[in-house]
T-cell receptor
Framework: DSGVTQTPKHLITATGQRVTLRCSPR?????VYWYQQSLDQGLQFLIQ???????AKGNILERFSAQQFPDLHSELNLSSLELGDSALYFC????????????FGPGTRLLVL | GENVEQHPSTLSVQEGDSAVIKCTYS??????FPWYKQELGKRPQLIIDIRSNVGEKKDQRIAVTLNKTAKHFSLHITETQPEDSAVYFCALGTSGTYKYIFGTGTRLKVLA
């Protein structure tokens, strides 16, 4: 167990809908990262937050947004869902610097029908 | 922008043989080089990392080597076992930035 929690574990929804994925980082970690992993693909970096502020952005679609709250948990919002958004979404946390281990949550598996 | 190239994308070895995965990067300021293992359906987990002040680090059957001049680092797994079968990702980080980049992954199959 990495100490990072993600909810829900599974999510099935329809095209055009909106969902929210939630992540709680390890105790003491200030940075949260979001990744998308499609079937048999690598880890696509979406966005990073540090202590409530956005720090880095990857290939995140405009339909997607995220935030980190004062208690450091983070939410990833996916809207106007398309079939191609079906994937495993991981959250990871670290102490904050880019020279530290990232601890991954168990992921949320999203299926868009 | 900075990226990291990882090769090979797939690797099959016989049980007991060694496996080597290599990653090449371009930013000479990169100074943290971790390796993650992702078993099927599970989360990526750190297995070993190296910082730029050392050239090699070992942990039992796993080792990582770093060549800063040539800008590449490699994961070495000796005496491979079926449970080593997984996808392995290299990554790199750079002090003073928030940049943390993952390679594209290598699917390792250890054949019994």
């Amino acid at each position: 167990d990495s100490g990072v929690t993600q909810t829900p574990k599974h999510l099935i929804t329809a095209t055009g809908q909106r969902v929210t994925l939630r992540c709680s980082p390890r105790s003491g970690d200030l940075s949260v990262y979001w990744y998308q992993q499609s079937l048999d693909q690598g880890l696509q970096f979406l966005i990073q937050y540090y202590n409530g502020e956005e720090r880095a952005k990857g290939n995140i679609l405009e339909r997607f947004s995220a935030q980190q709250f004062p208690d450091l948990h983070s939410e990833l919002n996916l809207s106007s869902l398309e079939l191609g958004d079906s994937a495993l979404y991981f959250c990871a946390s670290s102490s904050g610097t880019s020279r530290e281990t990232q601890y991954f949550g168990p992921g949320t598996r999203l299926l868009v029908l | 922008g900075e990226n990291v190239e990882q090769h090979p994308s797939t690797l099959s070895v016989q049980e007991g043989d060694s496996a080597v995965i290599k990653c090449t990067y371009s930013d000479s300021a990169s100074n943290y080089f971790p390796w993650y293992k992702q078993e099927l359906g599970k989360r990526p987990q750190l297995i070993i990392d190296i910082r730029s002040n050392v050239g090699e680090k070992k942990d039992q059957r796993i080792a990582v080597t770093l060549n800063k001049t040539a800008k590449h680092f490699s994961l070495h797994i000796t005496e491979t076992q079926p449970e080593d079968s997984a996808v392995y990702f290299c990554a790199l980080g750079t002090s003073g930035t928030y940049k943390y980049i993952f390679g594209t992954g290598t699917r390792l199959k250890v054949l019994a």
